[in-house]
């Protein structure tokens, strides 16, 4: 038997509505008619009570005479009213003064006194009404009604109420049913389309009703639910196309790259997958692979087992070098990256064979290190005939100086002696002894040059701004008829030697000072300036200047751009330079132009990126 | 109500059973008068008089008997034993050439309608006047007792009971044989 909730919706409310109806109808009906009951009742006990006084009133002289005749006479008139059983007058003494019965009714008890008991309340009616006159009493009446009459016509009304219930419980099912229709066929359409859409998954399907009421507003829902499902799986299904194609792709990549890739599980018993980089590395057929422990190609049981410990903390592990069995028993250097995926016990990675590569690199560091030796070898064989070319030019330039200076005095004593000589023996005699002078000088230059390779740097802090001011001021001092605008930048100090600084101070400012000897507005600038972080000193001047493509020869001793006739100097000065400043880790450069003047720029401490590194090598 | 009065009632009952000769039942000794006797009683009870007609509320109720009494004991008895409007009754036997004095309701024996008129005028306002015999009510008492169809009926004159201050209950009015004086002096 089906439950009130499993029925369908119309059936409930048909029965809800005509049920309602009825009940309030039967509730109604039923009030009514209580209410009738009680009032038809009511009447009746009214009705007989009025009667009762009045007969009362009327029969008080009759009975106070004792005229029975006229007493009776009045008492059957009440045969008129045909719900009055009796009517009965007694008398002072108890016994019937007159009385009148209708016909066929229970005629009333004889004796006052036997009323008590004979009584039948409910079913009928009885009043009664002392009869006096100014106080006297002369007897009783009574008067008894049937209630049949009033449960008839109470019958009656029950009888017409409940065929009225009929006939509007008729009418109320009618209405119940075309009610419900009005809202249950749009809520079965709904629940059909539902079922439609449920069974056949098509979710093409619209209600598409046009009501402005909830069932409306559940219908566009329900419309806009299939619209939105309906591009759900739209979306689905091409995100699936989607899906395939980038899986395919990405299967493709899989298995096509070049470097081994495979999918494991994390306590190393299943191979799960592997593509055919891998494969070709293992020398093993796809169905010998797929399923077995991936530990068997761990050719040493001991990495794995540390590899295994390594697992249990990290996510990740890159670059890992582990040594791989093949099938046939070789074994290949390899490294591999992985990623753990722990909550899988999954393990992913790729295995990468560098076993060419190792013994490349191995050769290459074999020869590197030959290389090396070889280098130390020939640095020091270097170092030695440097030192041996020193010493020689230490030497020569030391023993050259006494010859040079006793030609030069004996020349001064052939020019005394031969005072008289013709102007052109004079003339050659000056000429000996200016190649002389200029001799000497080259061989001090030397001398000095070979001195600074040799001298050992004693480090400070020096004030280059005031060797510069010194510098100038000695060169003042040596011709004093030149106006040459000089600017130093103050309070530039560095850490190097004092005394070789002094030197690069001098070398660099007579320099300048001698190239723009024929220069008008002559200017000569020392500063310093900020160079990719390192500080960058400078000397400028606007005097000849020089071509940058023989720059350089210029740091080369005895390399000149000019003549001596046009600007002299031994060439030794540059050179001399370029050894202090790369004896203090720095660099030296130029930039000039001719006639546009010169700028020599150096550093006293070499940036830490030029310095050269050698690539390391493994260990 | 007096409860002597309701000792009576069965006893006026069962005298009342012998106009209809139905006095199987009845003791056979009761006569017309105590019939008359009873209907005394009866019309006082359903006739006012005036306030004035008693001298307090203690004042007795006065019966004359005019001629010859034809009660006998049973009036000396009533008066005895029961009251009348609520008050004691008091019996005058008034002879032929006696002042009729104070009295409420006088009766009149039927050997004394010769001397109607003459009492009549002797008789003092409030006296409520009953004659025994048919033409008393006609002549200008206030009630006439007589037989008639086996029973004791009575006729009354209303302008005579006006004309003495007394009121007669409508009531009775219907059972009177017959009504005299309406529109009277």
Redesign the interface.
Same mark, same amino acid.
């Given at each position: 038997m089906k439950s009130f909730k499993d029925i369908s919706i119309s059936a409930k409310l048909t029965i809800l509505m005509a049920g309602l109806a009825l009940a309030s109808l039967v509730a109604g009906f039923a009030v009514i008619t209580a209410l009738d009951t009680r009032l038809l009742h009511q009447e009746l006990v009214n009705k007989v009570t009025l009667l009762t006084r009045m007969y009362a009133e009327q029969c008080v002289p009759d009975l106070a005479f004792g005229y029975r005749d006229d007493a009776q006479e009045i008492l059957e008139k009440l045969s008129l009213a045909e719900e009055i059983d009796y009517a009965v007058i007694y008398g002072g003494d108890g016994k019937i003064f007159a009385s009148y019965t209708r016909a066929g009714a229970e005629a009333p008890p004889d004796d006052l006194a036997a009323r008590a008991a004979g009584l039948h309340p409910g079913r009928v009616l009885e009043v009664s009404e002392p009869m006096s006159y100014k106080n006297v009493n002369y007897g009783t009446i009574w008067i008894k009604a049937a209630t049949s009459e009033l449960s008839r016509r109470i019958a009656f009304k029950k009888r017409v109420m409940g065929g009225l219930v009929v006939v509007i419980a008729f009418f109320s099912l009618i209405i119940a049913v075309l009610a419900q229709r009005l809202v249950s066929v749009p809520i079965l359409k709904l629940a059909g389309l539902a079922r439609t859409v449920a069974e056949a998954k098509d979710y093409s399907l619209r209600a598409g009703m046009d009501r402005a009421d909830e069932i409306g507003a559940l219908a566009v829902g329900f419309d806009a639910m299939l619209a939105g499902l309906e591009a759900r799986i739209r979306e689905r299904d091409a995100a699936e196309k989607t899906l395939k194609q980038s899986e395919l792709k990405y299967r493709n990549l899989f298995n096509n790259a070049g470097i081994s890739m495979f999918r494991s599980r994390l306590d190393g018993a299943e191979l799960l997958d592997l593509n055919e980089a891998y494969l070709k590395l293992l020398g093993r057929t796809r169905e010998e692979t797929i399923g077995m422990p991936s530990v068997n190609v761990w050719a040493d049981p001991g990495q794995r087992a540390a590899m295994a410990e390594i697992f249990k903390t990290r996510d990740r592990v890159e670059n890992l070098e582990f040594r791989l069995l093949r099938k046939n028993g070789e074994i290949r250097d390899c490294i591999t990256s992985l990623n753990i995926y722990r909550d899988e016990g999954i393990l992913e990675g790729t295995i990468m064979d560098i076993t060419e590569r190792k013994q490349a690199a191995e050769a290459l560091y074999q020869a590197h290190a030959l290389l090396e030796v070889k280098v130390v070898e020939r640095t020091a064989e270097l170092k030695l005939a440097n030192e041996e070319l020193e010493a020689f030019t230490y030497s020569a330039s030391h023993d050259l100086r006494a010859p040079i200076r006793r030609i030069d005095g004996f020349s001064a004593l052939l020019e005394q002696e031969c005072a008289g000589m013709g102007s052109g023996g004079q003339d050659y005699i000056a000429r000996i002894r200016k190649g002389c002078r200029q001799m000497t000088s080259v061989v001090d230059d030397l001398l000095r040059l070979s001195r600074i390779m040799r001298q050992k740097i004693n480090f400070g802090k020096v004030d280059l701004s005031a060797l510069a001011g010194e510098a100038a001021g000695r060169l003042l001092e040596t011709e004093p008829g030149r106006t040459v605008k000089f600017k130093a930048a103050q309070n530039l100090y560095a850490i190097g030697d004092a005394g070789l600084l002094s030197e690069v101070m001098d070398n660099l400012l007579s320099n300048a000072w001698k190239f723009t000897r024929k220069t008008e507005n002559a200017e000569v600038e020392f500063g310093a300036e900020e160079q990719d972080g390192h500080t960058v000193y400078f000397v400028k001047d606007n005097g000849k200047g020089f071509d940058m493509k023989f720059s350089n020869k210029l740091f080369n001793p005895f390399q000149r751009l000019h003549s001596p006739d046009e600007f002299p100097g031994t060439g030794v000065g540059l050179s001399t330079v370029r050894r202090i400043v790369e004896h203090h880790g720095g660099n030296i450069w130029a930039e000039a132009a001719e006639d546009k003047g010169a700028a020599f720029y150096f550093t006293l401490t070499a940036p830490l990126d030029k310095k050269p590194v050698l690539p390391a090598l493994p260990s | 109500?007096p409860r002597a009065? %309701?000792l009576?009632? !069965?006893?006026?009952?069962? %005298?009342?059973?012998w !106009?209809?000769g139905l006095t199987a039942s009845a003791e056979p000794a009761f006569s017309e008068y105590k019939v008359k006797a009873e209907?005394i009683e009866?019309i006082a009870?359903?006739v006012d008089w005036p306030e004035s007609a008693f001298s307090g509320p203690q004042a007795p109720f006065v019966i004359a008997i005019a001629g010859e009494d034809p009660f006998g004991r049973y009036l000396d008895e009533m008066a005895r034993t029961r009251t009348i409007?609520?008050r004691a009754i008091l019996l005058r036997h008034v002879r032929t050439g006696d002042s009729l004095g104070v009295c409420h309701l006088l009766f009149i024996a039927s050997s004394e309608y010769g001397r109607l008129s003459e009492i009549l005028a002797s008789a003092s306002p409030g006296t409520l006047i009953l004659g025994d015999g048919e033409k008393f009510a006609k002549n200008g008492a206030q009630v006439g007792l007589y037989p008639k169809g086996g029973?004791l009926r009575f006729e009354i004159n209303l302008g005579a009971a006006r004309k003495s201050g007394l009121v007669i209950?409508p009531?009775?009015l219907?059972?009177a044989v017959a009504v005299y004086g309406g529109g009277g002096v």
């Amino acid at each position: 038997m089906k439950s009130f909730k499993d029925i369908s919706i119309s059936a409930k409310l048909t029965i809800l509505m005509a049920g309602l109806a009825l009940a309030s109808l039967v509730a109604g009906f039923a009030v009514i008619t209580a209410l009738d009951t009680r009032l038809l009742h009511q009447e009746l006990v009214n009705k007989v009570t009025l009667l009762t006084r009045m007969y009362a009133e009327q029969c008080v002289p009759d009975l106070a005479f004792g005229y029975r005749d006229d007493a009776q006479e009045i008492l059957e008139k009440l045969s008129l009213a045909e719900e009055i059983d009796y009517a009965v007058i007694y008398g002072g003494d108890g016994k019937i003064f007159a009385s009148y019965t209708r016909a066929g009714a229970e005629a009333p008890p004889d004796d006052l006194a036997a009323r008590a008991a004979g009584l039948h309340p409910g079913r009928v009616l009885e009043v009664s009404e002392p009869m006096s006159y100014k106080n006297v009493n002369y007897g009783t009446i009574w008067i008894k009604a049937a209630t049949s009459e009033l449960s008839r016509r109470i019958a009656f009304k029950k009888r017409v109420m409940g065929g009225l219930v009929v006939v509007i419980a008729f009418f109320s099912l009618i209405i119940a049913v075309l009610a419900q229709r009005l809202v249950s066929v749009p809520i079965l359409k709904l629940a059909g389309l539902a079922r439609t859409v449920a069974e056949a998954k098509d979710y093409s399907l619209r209600a598409g009703m046009d009501r402005a009421d909830e069932i409306g507003a559940l219908a566009v829902g329900f419309d806009a639910m299939l619209a939105g499902l309906e591009a759900r799986i739209r979306e689905r299904d091409a995100a699936e196309k989607t899906l395939k194609q980038s899986e395919l792709k990405y299967r493709n990549l899989f298995n096509n790259a070049g470097i081994s890739m495979f999918r494991s599980r994390l306590d190393g018993a299943e191979l799960l997958d592997l593509n055919e980089a891998y494969l070709k590395l293992l020398g093993r057929t796809r169905e010998e692979t797929i399923g077995m422990p991936s530990v068997n190609v761990w050719a040493d049981p001991g990495q794995r087992a540390a590899m295994a410990e390594i697992f249990k903390t990290r996510d990740r592990v890159e670059n890992l070098e582990f040594r791989l069995l093949r099938k046939n028993g070789e074994i290949r250097d390899c490294i591999t990256s992985l990623n753990i995926y722990r909550d899988e016990g999954i393990l992913e990675g790729t295995i990468m064979d560098i076993t060419e590569r190792k013994q490349a690199a191995e050769a290459l560091y074999q020869a590197h290190a030959l290389l090396e030796v070889k280098v130390v070898e020939r640095t020091a064989e270097l170092k030695l005939a440097n030192e041996e070319l020193e010493a020689f030019t230490y030497s020569a330039s030391h023993d050259l100086r006494a010859p040079i200076r006793r030609i030069d005095g004996f020349s001064a004593l052939l020019e005394q002696e031969c005072a008289g000589m013709g102007s052109g023996g004079q003339d050659y005699i000056a000429r000996i002894r200016k190649g002389c002078r200029q001799m000497t000088s080259v061989v001090d230059d030397l001398l000095r040059l070979s001195r600074i390779m040799r001298q050992k740097i004693n480090f400070g802090k020096v004030d280059l701004s005031a060797l510069a001011g010194e510098a100038a001021g000695r060169l003042l001092e040596t011709e004093p008829g030149r106006t040459v605008k000089f600017k130093a930048a103050q309070n530039l100090y560095a850490i190097g030697d004092a005394g070789l600084l002094s030197e690069v101070m001098d070398n660099l400012l007579s320099n300048a000072w001698k190239f723009t000897r024929k220069t008008e507005n002559a200017e000569v600038e020392f500063g310093a300036e900020e160079q990719d972080g390192h500080t960058v000193y400078f000397v400028k001047d606007n005097g000849k200047g020089f071509d940058m493509k023989f720059s350089n020869k210029l740091f080369n001793p005895f390399q000149r751009l000019h003549s001596p006739d046009e600007f002299p100097g031994t060439g030794v000065g540059l050179s001399t330079v370029r050894r202090i400043v790369e004896h203090h880790g720095g660099n030296i450069w130029a930039e000039a132009a001719e006639d546009k003047g010169a700028a020599f720029y150096f550093t006293l401490t070499a940036p830490l990126d030029k310095k050269p590194v050698l690539p390391a090598l493994p260990s | 109500m007096p409860r002597a009065r %309701l000792l009576f009632i !069965p006893l006026f009952a069962a %005298l009342l059973a012998w !106009p209809g000769g139905l006095t199987a039942s009845a003791e056979p000794a009761f006569s017309e008068y105590k019939v008359k006797a009873e209907f005394i009683e009866r019309i006082a009870e359903f006739v006012d008089w005036p306030e004035s007609a008693f001298s307090g509320p203690q004042a007795p109720f006065v019966i004359a008997i005019a001629g010859e009494d034809p009660f006998g004991r049973y009036l000396d008895e009533m008066a005895r034993t029961r009251t009348i409007k609520g008050r004691a009754i008091l019996l005058r036997h008034v002879r032929t050439g006696d002042s009729l004095g104070v009295c409420h309701l006088l009766f009149i024996a039927s050997s004394e309608y010769g001397r109607l008129s003459e009492i009549l005028a002797s008789a003092s306002p409030g006296t409520l006047i009953l004659g025994d015999g048919e033409k008393f009510a006609k002549n200008g008492a206030q009630v006439g007792l007589y037989p008639k169809g086996g029973r004791l009926r009575f006729e009354i004159n209303l302008g005579a009971a006006r004309k003495s201050g007394l009121v007669i209950s409508p009531k009775i009015l219907r059972l009177a044989v017959a009504v005299y004086g309406g529109g009277g002096v």
